[in-house]
């Protein structure tokens, strides 16, 4: 199953397809292998270690594909560096890494890929949250809140008088950049005395072995564990709503629903191989997205992020800030921007 993946550990780099797939351990085959490098969001990671590995078993070996972990921020220092081809992403590129990718000339493809839930969790042993709002999550989670904020009943008077743990990823994550935007307001704007990890399985492993704990991560994450984890509701407009893709389809699960993308360098999309990858990424990507609990885009976006890397239009739609609550077909309805 695919989904079994996720419960791994996620923090080495995984040489997908170097262990066969017909390549043998003839070293002539082997210097012919094409290699693409990708490197990121550890949310994108599933979707795009899925693709690679299916990819790599139609190309029966000769192209191999290596996915590292080193979150949303430290994937695009690697590729704006040129040191990878791709970059996985759980949001848009940032106006700082579009100038270091400018000032070492690496121009590239935004392609929206799937869409995810981001999803608040707690432990099944906390029998006194089910829903929770934007105002309280920014209580808990905004910067005056550090060393301040630390027990359960100062959030409301209902919960009880017991210690708030707190588990979340990164600074280098795209998933903090999202929630804090999303929650407190401003993007990089939390308290910072809480367990951070760019493995989600870290945060997945510290919200289900202590009753106290809540955390946020990608919906797959969550979806892959959730006999061990239970999802909190976001209250909206119309009440509580969990994260599920019908929810997200809908437009009720907000604000924490966001898109995920790739970004491929144009040197690197001039390669056979990449290209060869990212049409395999974005046709048959669908059916795998959906296998490791992610929402597929629909077939007619997937068909207009095809169109877009073929006439080479390079750039990005958001023009390094970005926007919350902002849908796929808003984002291809604009012109890309250097």
């Known amino acids: 199953m695919l989904v079994a993946r996720l419960v791994g550990s996620m923090a080495m780099v995984l040489f997908l397809g170097g262990f066969g797939f017909g390549a043998g351990n003839d070293p002539a085959q082997a210097e012919q292998t094409a290699l693409i490098k990708v490197d990121g969001s550890s949310t994108v990671y599933p979707l795009t270690e899925a693709v690679a590995e299916e990819f790599q078993k139609a190309n029966r070996g000769q ?4 996915v590292g972990i080193s979150g949303t921020g430290g994937g695009f220092k690697k590729f704006c560096r040129g040191e990878t ?20 000339g690496i121009a590239y493809y935004e392609l929206p890929i799937a869409f995810d839930a981001m999803t608040v969790a707690v432990s099944p ?11 309280e999550l920014k209580k808990m989670w905004e910067p005056a809140a550090q060393n301040k904020i630390t027990r359960w009943n100062q959030i409301h008077s ?6 708030l743990v707190l588990f979340g990823p990164g600074s280098d994550s795209g998933t903090f950049d999202y929630f804090t935007d999303a929650v407190v307001g401003k993007a990089k704007s939390s ?10 399985n870290v945060i997945v492993q510290g919200i289900e072995t202590n009753k106290n704990a809540l955390g946020y991560m990608g919906f797959a994450y969550y979806a892959a564990q959730s006999k061990k984890l ?13 994260p599920s893709a019908e929810n997200v389809i809908n437009g009720t699960y907000q604000p924490l629903s966001r898109p ?14 990449v290209r060869e990858f990212v049409d395999y990424y974005m046709t048959a990507g669908s059916k795998l997205i959906a296998e490791v609990r992610y929402i597929p885009l629909p077939e007619h976006v997937y068909t207009k992020v095809r169109e877009r890397f073929k006439k080479g239009d390079l750039g990005s739609a958001f023009g390094g800030v970005p926007e919350i609550g902002l849908g796929v077909e808003q984002i291809m309805s604009r012109p890309p921007k250097r």
């Not at 081809?85 to 890494?97: G, N, V």
């Not at 042993?125 to 105002?135: C, P």
């Not at 995920?260 to 191989?273: G, H, M, N, Q, T």
């Open 260 to 273: 995920l993308f790739i970004y491929v360098s144009e040197p690197a999309a001039k390669r056979v191989e």
């Open 191 to 200: 308290r910072g005395d809480y367990t951070a990890s760019e493995d989600d």
């Open 158 to 163: 209902d919960w009880p008088d017991a210690p």
């Open 85 to 104: 081809d791709i970059a996985d992403a759980s949001r848009p590129i940032l106006k700082e890494e579009m100038d270091l990718c400018q000032k070492n």
């Open 63 to 66: 192209i191999r594909v290596t």
């Open 125 to 135: 042993k906390n029998t006194w949250i089910t829903s929770i709002t934007i105002e």
């Open 230 to 242: 239970k999802a909190v509701a976001i209250v909206g407009k119309g009440g509580p709503v969990l």
